[in-house]
């Protein structure tokens, strides 16, 4: 194997037959065998002349040529670099490609590619060409040892795009772009980077040369790292322009990460062939997941030569470079740009804060974009808004304590009234009892006297009768028993009259006065309203029509995430109502919540077996969506699917029809068919004014169902979008208030985690 002495000033191929590969990325060695070695006296010496060009030293040598710095007195003086065919090389195979070489670099006239100035032929008939002298160093190298920044390191990146750009509309491709071939020099104080080496160029239509160059079969030609998946079939025919796209996508990444995609060590040790499927199939990790992969010291060496750190680094790529670069290396090569000059100017657009056609654009990343291109307008009128908010929130703020004071007060005079209620509810009570008590005795008189009537009867009839001692005794007993039996009988009915009316009026006080209290609760979410309700809600034993007033102090909690005490309330009113289905959906979903996923199995088990469906649309929709929240094997998916269908009504109202639409594809999913389930998400997400929490979750759907379609970018993309919508969860005010639909920002935060966690560690465009 030939392989190619690094050259510091100047790099060019030199290309023969058979199959081209890289062992890194300075040299070229070739698969095939090298022609074979003749001794013959060298032709070239330093200080001898060729032409008119005198040489001064060697600087690069490689398998069929060598590259000289000579120096030309006429008619101009100055220094070139001249090209040679090294002796016993000059085969016709290797001749086409040197006069290819020769004729690409002379049909350019970019000044970020070496000049052709001459060519000719030596004493022997070996062809030679002269070209501008380039001293510099490798694109990544002269970044590296300057710092350069992301932007600076960017703005050299164009003007390479440039100079390809021209080379393709002389119609020529390179099919060998990488560091090496891309020097840096600096002119008039001023960083150029220059394009050299065309050994392996091809033309898109017509001949560079009247001999035939042909590509062998069983070859390809290029350096592995930066070859795009055409380039690895045997025949190279099938190039076009887009496979420099490729590679300009390799050489952008490595000078975003210091590493190419597929390193070429990696890929030269797995084998000829599998070399070549893991560039045709393989996706790489997008720049900011291969940065956030390197180790520790790695990555602060990486950040180092940028000038920036680690965090600053990584959100940088993030996003915009991300797009931009994958698109470039895109298997399918009709997905990537169409020209250089479209990837120039879509880096061009990253470096200008404008929206990059890499990135499917939304109305949000638009907003941002503008924003950062006229910060000074955005601020002042920031300055402006805040000023109003400020004034809305101070008048707001008076407002509301005055509201909160009247409540306060109309909460007062409900407690007021509650006792005198009760000192009336009293008085009455003492004032019913002594009438009882008086009509008891009463009672007990007349019962006494009717006893002693009897027994006079009996004493008479036994005076008359002469009725034996024992009988006159035994009617005595069975009087005095009867008279007994009355007395206790009133006694106990006139007790148990006064108990039972004494407790119905102590019970329609309570409940009006707890009602009372948690309606305010409710319209005023105060602190001290709800310790008052708490006090008298925990007094006693709870008897059943306070349920109701069970299920507001839970929603109560809920709402402000105190998920132990409102799961406590729920499961109270369940003792209650065992079959209330809010209660079970709520203790479903906080369980979702706090991550306890064998109660919320078996909530969801109870739910569907026991709960039914409800009449109201909003509801059935609410419990058919939290049995579908986790994706337990403890739940009969098939039943909560088939619920979920059942709950999906659609009517005329659009938020609503969304939301059945959104339960539709959640429904879709948890069957497998993806497809379906992201065309109803993206249909939901299209929907006017569509709530946050609908929004996220809808997000979360179909992030999910694009990572089983093998679309993980786009899920990436699509969950960053629900990330958004979940930033405007009234948790994260001051308050915390979820507000009285604390389920479905529930339901998003659940929906959310299970993407992120089938996303992480995945590689980028699964």
């Not at 960083?191 to 017509?206: L, M, Q």
């Not at 000078?255 to 597929?262: D, V």
């Not at 005490?565 to 499961?571: K, L, S």
Request: glycine content about 6%; hydrophobic content about 45%.
């Amino acid at each position: 194997m030939n392989k190619t002495t690094p050259v510091p000033e100047i790099k060019a191929a030199d290309m023969g037959p058979g199959q081209t590969v890289a062992l890194d990325t300075e040299a070229t060695v070739t698969a095939s065998p090298p022609a074979p070695s003749v001794l013959v006296p060298a032709e070239e010496t330093i200080g001898s002349t060729i032409g008119r060009y005198k040489l001064l030293e060697l600087t690069g040598e490689g398998g069929f040529g060598s590259v000289y710095v000579a120096e030309q007195k006429e008619p101009v003086r100055r220094r070139v670099a001249l090209k040679v065919i090294k002796l016993g090389m000059d085969t016709k195979q290797v001749v086409a490609r040197f006069e290819a070489e020769r004729q690409a670099l002379a049909m350019m006239d970019h000044p970020n590619i070496a000049k052709v100035f001459d060519a000719g032929a030596t004493a022997a008939g070996r062809p030679y060409f002269v070209m501008e002298l380039v001293r510099g160093q490798k694109i990544t190298e002269y970044c590296d040892e300057h710092e350069l920044s992301t932007r600076q390191r960017l703005t050299l990146f164009i003007q390479v795009c440039r100079a390809i750009e021209h080379a393709h509309q002389k119609g020529i491709i390179h099919r060998d772009i990488k560091p090496s071939n891309i020097l840096v020099t600096l002119q008039d104080g001023a960083a150029v980077p220059k394009v050299i080496d065309f050994g392996i160029a091809k033309a898109t239509s017509g001949n560079l040369t009247d001999n035939t160059v042909l590509t062998q079969n069983e070859q390809f030609i290029g350096t592995p790292a930066y070859m795009s998946p055409e380039q690895t079939e045997f025949s190279g025919g099938d190039i076009d322009t887009r496979t420099d796209i490729y590679s300009l996508g390799v050489l952008l990444y490595e000078l975003l990460t210091s590493e190419t995609p597929f390193e070429t060590k990696n890929l030269l040790a797995r084998g000829f062939d599998e070399m070549r499927r893991i560039i045709r199939e393989i996706e790489p990790p997008s720049p900011s997941l291969r940065l956030r992969a390197q180790r520790k010291e790695d990555q602060t060496s990486t950040a180092k030569r940028h000038g920036t750190d680690v965090p600053k680094l990584i959100h940088l790529m993030r996003g915009d470079l991300d797009w931009v670069v994958m698109k470039c290396l895109e298997k399918d090569r009709s997905r990537r740009y169409e020209s250089a000059d479209s990837l120039a100017a879509d880096v061009q657009r990253f470096l200008t804060y404008e929206p990059v056609v890499a990135r499917p654009p939304s109305a949000l990343y638009r907003f941002q974009k503008l924003v950062r291109r006229n910060r000074l307008a955005f601020a002042a009128a920031g300055v402006v808004w805040l000023a109003l908010v400020i004034a809305l929130a101070v008048s707001f703020s008076f407002g509301i304590r005055e509201k909160q004071a009247r409540r306060l007060a109309e909460i007062e005079m409900a407690v007021a009234k509650r006792d005198r209620l009760n000192a009336d509810l009293a008085r009455v009570q003492a004032q019913a009892a002594e009438k009882k008590a008086e009509d008891a005795q009463a009672q007990a008189e007349a019962a006494l006297k009717k006893a002693r009537d009897e027994t006079e009867k009996a004493r008479l009839a036994n005076q008359l009768a002469e009725a034996s001692k024992s009988e006159a005794q035994s009617a005595r007993q069975a009087a005095t028993a009867a008279q007994s039996q009355a007395q206790a009988s009133d006694a106990e009915k006139s007790e148990a009259l006064a108990l039972e009316t004494n407790s119905r009026r102590q019970a329609e006080s309570w409940r009006t006065a707890l009602s009372n209290i948690f309606l305010f609760a409710e319209a005023l979410p105060s602190n001290a309203v709800f310790t008052v309700g708490n006090a008298l809600l925990a007094s006693g034993e709870i008897p059943r029509w306070q349920a109701p007033l069970l299920r507001q102090r839970g929603a109560w909690r809920a709402r402000r995430s105190d998920w132990a005490g409102a799961a406590a309330d729920f499961t109270a009113m369940l003792a209650l109502q065992p079959n209330g289905p809010r209660s079970l959906a709520a203790l479903a979903c906080i369980a979702a919540q706090t991550g306890d996923k064998a109660a919320y199995a078996a909530t969801c088990r109870t739910l569907l077996t026991r709960a039914g469906a409800p009449d109201e649309v909003e509801t059935r929709r609410l419990l058919a969506k939290i049995c579908l929240l986790e994706p337990s094997s403890d739940v009969d998916m098939a039943k909560a699917v088939a619920f979920a269908r059942q709950a999906a009504v659609s009517t005329s109202n659009d938020l609503h029809a969304a939301a059945g639409a959104l339960l539709l594809g959640l429904a879709e999913y948890r069957e497998g068919r993806f497809s379906e389930a992201g065309a109803r998400a993206t249909a939901v997400l299209a929907t006017a004014d569509l709530d946050p929490a609908l929004q996220a979750q809808a997000s979360a759907v179909l992030a999910l169902a694009r990572y089983q379609m093998n679309q993980a970018n786009l899920a990436r993309a699509t969950l960053a979008t629900g990330d958004l919508a979940l930033q405007s969860d009234p948790a994260n005010a001051e308050g915390g208030d979820l507000g009285p639909h604390w389920e479905e920002w529930v339901a998003a935060r659940a929906l959310l985690q299970e993407a992120k966690s089938l996303l992480q560690g995945s590689p980028a465009g699964k």
